[in-house]
């Protein structure tokens, strides 16, 4: 017998629950920043992406401000309609000129810009190879081309090389993530630049959580490790990150740049973003380029002193050196309860779980920000600690009575 759609929408919904996987939305009810108003209540935040804390930037919003009374709130069309404002073209301009690329176009998301990227460069015939832990927006493009997909085991180089010299193809494109989302660990970038020259292929590097954190001045991953958006190599970066704004950019030769213009179908029929989200990403630059060291240094400093309170509590991180700091805790019912229970005591640290991360590898994500400070910090070592102190002792619990 068919099942329903209600019934059939019913059971899916019920077995999350069941699984620890629903989700609840917070009601954010203050501006973003460390210290938020989530559904009434006053909380320290370790879970925005806001790492440089310009989200709440007085230039930002000032510039902001002056674009809608000047420009009004919405673009009205796509780019390539009527919708491409010269606020547009400057920040296009000044991204481009920032991480060294020849030009850059702008998207909506991030999301958007990934899903344009397979599907606009490769066609059947091409390979599509991605690192396993890549973010979902860049392993959804894959559904959009027509190319073979393949996926490398994580920073696994040699293992890349290999299903390279296993497969046919025409053209390749090499897609990872810069510094992955939900492990804070960074891409061997040199490492895949080079096997990409090596093939012909196009390299693709989602620089999210690198973009305004890394290189001498935040260009980003690329320029920490020696290399930049030129030739055969393309950059995606988000504008809501490290530069507390919204959107997304990808750089690198006017050759590629062009050819998402002409046809990255998320670009051309996609609204594009109100003129005022251009004026405050273009603040924000200015904020990089008067107060970045500074800030930069600040962040570096907070995720030094947070390592160093986790050993002093003995508490489990996986190796990062970035602002995202993961405690694994395997169990997304047992990640979930921890959540809760910082929340009560003022702290909002997000319990990651299916299908972000794989099955059985449910985890708390700290994001680090500069305008974090060391006494935020160990409090929220010492209520974790707390956490994990009485998880192990249920744990063993458990395991006794199990025996028994």
Same mark, same amino acid.
């Given at each position: 017998?068919?099942?329903?759609?209600?019934?059939?929408?019913a059971?899916r919904q019920?077995?999350?629950h069941?699984?620890?996987?629903?989700r609840?939305?917070?009601?954010?009810s203050?501006?973003?920043?460390?210290?938020?108003v989530?559904?009434?209540?006053?909380v320290?935040n370790f879970?925005?992406?806001?790492?440089?804390?310009l989200?709440?930037?007085?230039?930002?919003k000032?510039?902001?401000?002056k674009?809608?009374?000047?420009?009004?709130?919405?673009?009205?069309?796509?780019?390539?309609?009527?919708?491409h404002?010269? %606020?547009?073209?400057?920040l296009?301009?000044e991204? +481009?000129?920032?991480?060294?690329a020849?030009? &850059?176009i /702008?998207? =909506? @998301?991030?999301?958007?810009?990934?899903l344009a990227?397979?599907?606009?460069?490769?066609?059947?015939?091409?390979?599509?190879l991605?690192?396993?832990?890549?973010?979902?927006?860049?392993?959804?493009?894959?559904? %959009?081309?027509?190319?073979?997909f393949k996926?490398? +085991?994580?920073?696994d180089?040699?293992?890349? &090389?290999? /299903?390279? =010299? @296993?497969v046919?193809?025409?053209r390749?494109m090499?897609?990872?993530?810069?510094?992955?989302?939900?492990?804070?660990?960074?891409?061997?970038?040199r490492?895949?630049?080079s096997?990409?020259?090596?093939?012909?292929?196009?390299?693709?590097?989602?620089d999210?959580?690198?973009?305004?954190?890394m290189g001498?001045?935040g260009?980003g991953a690329? @320029?920490n490790?020696g290399?930049?958006?030129?030739?055969?190599?393309?950059m995606?970066?988000?504008?809501?990150k490290?530069?507390?704004?919204y959107?997304?950019?990808?750089?690198?030769?006017a050759?590629?740049?062009e050819?998402?213009?002409?046809?990255?179908?998320?670009?051309?029929?996609?609204?594009?973003?109100?003129p005022?989200v251009?004026? @405050?990403?273009?603040a924000?630059?200015a904020?990089?380029?008067?107060?970045?060291d500074?800030?930069?240094?600040?962040?570096?400093?907070?995720?030094?002193?947070f390592?160093?309170?986790?050993?002093?509590h003995a508490v489990?991180?996986?190796p990062?050196?970035?602002?995202i700091?993961?405690v694994?805790?395997?169990?997304?019912?047992?990640?979930?309860?921890?959540?809760r229970?910082?929340?009560?005591?003022?702290?909002?640290?997000?319990?990651i779980?299916?299908?972000t991360v794989?099955?059985?590898?449910?985890?708390l994500?700290v994001?680090?920000?500069?305008?974090?400070?060391?006494?935020q910090?160990?409090?929220?070592?010492?209520?974790?600690?707390?956490?994990?102190?009485k998880?192990?002792v249920?744990?063993?619990?458990?395991?006794?009575n199990?025996?028994?």
């Open positions: 017998m068919k099942q329903g759609w209600r019934d059939s929408i059971s019920q077995a999350a069941d699984a620890g996987l629903w609840t939305r917070k009601v954010l203050s501006h973003q920043g460390v210290e938020i989530i559904d009434g209540r006053s320290i879970s925005s992406n806001d790492y440089l804390g989200a709440g930037h007085e230039s930002l000032l510039s902001a401000e674009a809608c009374r000047d420009f009004g709130v919405g673009s009205g069309a796509s780019h390539l309609v009527c919708g404002h010269q %606020l547009h073209h400057q296009e301009l991204l +481009a000129a920032f991480v060294g020849e030009r &850059a /702008l998207f =909506s @998301s991030g999301y958007m810009a990934n990227m397979a599907a606009t460069f490769l066609t059947k015939g091409d390979l599509l991605q690192d396993k832990l890549n973010h979902a927006s860049l392993l959804d493009s894959a559904k %959009l081309s027509a190319s073979h996926r490398y +085991a994580h920073c180089v040699e293992h890349a &090389a290999k /299903l390279l =010299s @296993s046919e193809f025409n390749c090499i897609a990872t993530d810069s510094v992955f989302s939900m492990d804070g660990d960074v891409a061997p970038l490492q895949l630049q096997l990409a020259s090596d093939q012909q292929a196009l390299l693709l590097v989602d999210a959580h690198g973009f305004g954190l001498a001045t260009q690329l @320029s490790q290399l930049s958006p030129v030739a055969e190599v393309l995606m970066g988000t504008l809501g490290a530069l507390g704004c959107g997304a950019f990808v750089a690198g030769d050759l590629y740049i050819h998402l213009t002409q046809f990255a179908r998320p670009y051309m029929y996609t609204t594009a973003l109100p005022s251009s004026a @405050s990403v273009l924000a630059l904020v990089l380029a008067e107060e970045g500074l800030l930069r240094a600040r962040l570096n400093a907070n995720i030094r002193y390592k160093r309170a986790a050993r002093k489990t991180l996986r990062s050196s970035t602002a700091q993961v694994v805790i395997g169990d997304s019912n047992q990640s979930v309860n921890i959540s229970a910082l929340l009560n005591q003022g702290i909002n640290l997000t319990a779980r299916p299908p794989a099955k059985g590898a449910a985890r994500r994001a680090l920000s500069a305008a974090h400070t060391f006494g910090i160990d409090q929220l070592i010492e209520l974790l600690s707390q956490q994990l102190s998880l192990a249920e744990k063993n619990s458990a395991e006794l199990g025996h028994d």
